[in-house]
Structures are given as C-alpha cells and as structure tokens.
C-alpha cells in the first residue's frame, strides 16, 4: 500500500514562508498528477494546487495564486508546496494527494491516495 508522507508544517507569522514535502514511500509509485488540498476546523476540505507529474503543468486555486508554488521532484518521488506571503486565513491542515489519471481536477473525490496531513498554523 503506498502511503503519502506531509512535512513541512508549523507555525508561521503572517507574511512568512512555509514549504511543504509530500514523499510517497514506494519509488515505484508513479502517478499522473498530484495535488494539495486543505482543511480548516468546521470547513470543507479545497483544493491548493495541482500538478501534472509528467508535464509539470500546474492548476491553482485563486487564493493560492501569487502566493504558492507547487512543483516535484519526480527521481526523489516528491512533491512540494512553496507557501509565501502566509495570511491567517491559510491556517489548516494541510494533505497531498495523488491520481492515477493525467487530469488535474479540483475535488478530493477524484484522488485515490492521501497523506495524513501536516498542520500549518499562521499567526497574525
């Protein structure tokens, strides 16, 4: 069974700088695209950012553009969330997941792999 791994997370002052690492315990995992989703308390889960394994094409969601990049590393299996210019409103637990499909799409519903999340907490 793959596992999904998060690092990367803590507490930040606003206007701070997080990266998050998500590393798949199997190097022979290789799939399609990958995602980063949140989760505040009492909120739904959204979708972050995605990207295209293959092509490293990228999808953002609006609160996340201009602010976090999301890139891999696909010899060490890995994938990363550049967060800068953190606001309050980021703070949630943060998950990666993963797809067998080269479509990146924006619902949770669409990924079948998932880390157990890394809480990032941004301070005003």
């Known amino acids: 069974q793959v596992q999904l791994v998060e690092s990367g997370g803590g507490l930040v002052q606003a206007g701070g700088s997080l990266r998050l690492s998500c590393a798949a315990s199997e190097r022979t995992f290789s799939p399609y695209a990958m995602a980063w989703f949140r989760q505040a308390p009492g909120k739904e889960r959204e979708f972050v950012a995605g990207?295209?394994?293959?092509?490293?094409?990228?999808v953002y969601a609006d609160s996340a553009k201009a602010r976090f990049t999301i890139s891999r590393d696909n010899a060490k299996n890995t994938m990363y969330l550049q967060m800068n210019s953190l606001k309050p409103e980021d703070t949630a637990v943060y998950y990666c997941?993963?797809?067998?499909?080269?479509?990146?799409?924006?619902?949770?519903?669409?990924?079948?792999?998932w880390g157990q999340g890394t809480q990032v907490t941004v301070s005003s």
């Open positions: 997941a993963a797809r067998s499909n080269i479509l990146i799409v924006t619902t949770s519903r669409g990924y079948d792999y």
């Open positions: 990207i295209r394994l293959s092509s490293g094409g990228t």
